[in-house]
Each structure stands twice: as C-alpha cells, then as structure tokens.
C-alpha cells in the first residue's frame, strides 16, 4: 500500500489547513453567539472547537485571523466576556450555514438569517430560540498562534447548560439518538450522525467515579 508524506515545514499554510481538516473528522461544531460593546449580536459556526477541561468545564474554539484583526466573534468575546455556544443538529445545518458568511462588522446575523433568540440567564449574548442545547460561557483567555495567518485559541468556562428536556437520558446524558448532531468534514462536506453504536469503555469513566479516589456518583 502507497502513502503520500506531506512535511508540515515543507508545505505552506493553505495545505496544511486542507490536511487537518480532512484527517480530523467529524468534527463538532460550535455555533457561537456573541455580543459586541455596542449590544449587537453576532453568530458564527466554528467547527474547530473542544473540551479542555470538564471540571472546571472549559471549551475552546479556534478562530482564525479576518484582515489581519480579529474576527467579530473573538473581539467580542474578549471585549465582553459573556457568549454562547449552541450544538448544531440535524434541521438547523443551512442557518448555521448561512451565519458563516463574511458580513460586515455590526451587522446583526440574527436578523439578516431570520432566526429567533430568547435572552440568555447570565451573559448579555442571546440564545437561538428552540436549539436543542445552548451553553453560557463566560471568557477566560485567549492563545494566539502564527506569524503570517494568525489563529486564535479562545477558552472559556460553561457557566449554565440549556437542554431540551426530551433529550435527558437517565436524568444524566444527552441522548445522541434523538440530538441528532451534525458534524463537520474537509471541504464543503458535512455528515448526519443517525449510526450510532456503543461499546464498553475497558476502564472506568469520569462520569462514572472520580479518576484518583475511585468514587462512584
């Protein structure tokens, strides 16, 4: 079997990005709310996103560089501390697509989309009314790596989960069978996660007893 070797210092930057966003996939996406210093609302899909920490619980998303500044998310993010990230499921895909467009700053994506918030419990970004799981952070630091295409690694704390309540399994998890995630592939190309399978982990899970004093929730 023949492998194409791709040296990351011998490729440039706009192959390196093609590479990763092929070989990580799927990935989730994080569809951030966001509010500038002059109260208008911003929304964005980032699918460079993850968990740093589950306890406390802490979050990232990677945004990347607009014009050599700030992309309107991480500058508000920064400015105003509070924002939201909803989980992107099978229905809402074209809105979440259409709020990746490059719109010019202060433009109210919620309103150019027609999309319906509620106001948000603890930070001043508003909630995408009837999204299945919404979750309030609350800003801690920013990363920012590269020289000539910048990245900006922006790590907050879930303050407040919204969960629909059909979703709840066992009064614990969210039920993937019914959220129906989307997820984010290379290129324009993203997947429905309908086959879902399990098996049991060969160790005892955090959800399940704490990692170093063995006790069980």
Same mark, same amino acid.
């Given at each position: 079997?023949?492998?194409?070797?791709?040296?990351?210092?011998?490729?440039?930057?706009?192959? @390196?990005?093609?590479?990763?966003?092929?070989?990580? $996939?799927?990935?989730?996406?994080?569809? $951030?709310?966001?509010?500038?210093?002059?109260?208008?609302?911003?929304?964005?899909?980032?699918?460079?996103?993850?968990?740093?920490?589950?306890?406390?619980?802490?979050?990232?998303?990677?945004?990347?560089?607009?014009?050599? #500044?700030?992309?309107?998310?991480?500058?508000?993010?920064?400015?105003?501390?509070?924002?939201?990230?909803?989980?992107?499921?099978?229905?809402?895909?074209?809105?979440?697509? %259409?709020?990746?467009?490059?719109?010019?700053? &202060?433009?109210?994506?919620?309103?150019?989309?027609?999309? %319906?918030?509620?106001?948000?419990?603890?930070?001043?970004?508003?909630?995408?009314?009837? @999204?299945?799981?919404?979750? %309030?952070?609350?800003?801690?630091?920013?990363?920012?790596?590269?020289?000539?295409?910048?990245?900006?690694?922006?790590?907050?704390? $879930?303050?407040?989960?919204? $969960?629909?309540?059909?979703?709840?399994?066992?009064?614990?998890?969210?039920?993937? &069978?019914?959220?129906?995630?989307?997820?984010?592939? #290379? #290129?324009?190309?993203? @997947?429905?996660?309908?086959?879902?399978?399990?098996?049991?982990?060969?160790?005892?899970?955090?959800?399940?007893?704490?990692?170093?004093? #063995?006790?069980?929730?």
């Amino acid at each position: 079997m023949e492998y194409r070797i791709f040296n990351s210092d011998e490729i440039d930057h706009q192959q @390196c990005y093609r590479l990763l966003i092929g070989s990580i $996939v799927p990935r989730p996406i994080a569809w $951030v709310s966001s509010m500038d210093e002059d109260g208008v609302p911003n929304l964005a899909p980032f699918s460079f996103f993850s968990i740093v920490s589950h306890y406390p619980p802490l979050v990232s998303i990677t945004v990347g560089e607009k014009e050599k #500044g700030h992309k309107d998310t991480s500058a508000n993010i920064a400015a105003t501390k509070g924002y939201v990230i909803h989980t992107v499921t099978k229905g809402w895909e074209h809105q979440m697509n %259409e709020s990746a467009a490059a719109l010019p700053r &202060h433009v109210n994506e919620f309103e150019t989309i027609g999309i %319906e918030t509620v106001p948000s419990d603890l930070v001043n970004a508003p909630r995408i009314k009837d @999204c299945p799981v919404a979750m %309030e952070c609350e800003y801690q630091q920013t990363l920012d790596f590269g020289d000539d295409w910048k990245t900006y690694v922006v790590i907050g704390k $879930v303050l407040r989960w919204h $969960v629909r309540e059909d979703l709840m399994l066992d009064d614990k998890y969210v039920n993937p &069978h019914l959220l129906k995630p989307i997820g984010r592939l #290379g #290129g324009p190309r993203y @997947c429905h996660t309908d086959d879902i399978f399990e098996m049991q982990a060969p160790y005892v899970q955090p959800d399940i007893a704490h990692p170093n004093t #063995g006790e069980k929730n």
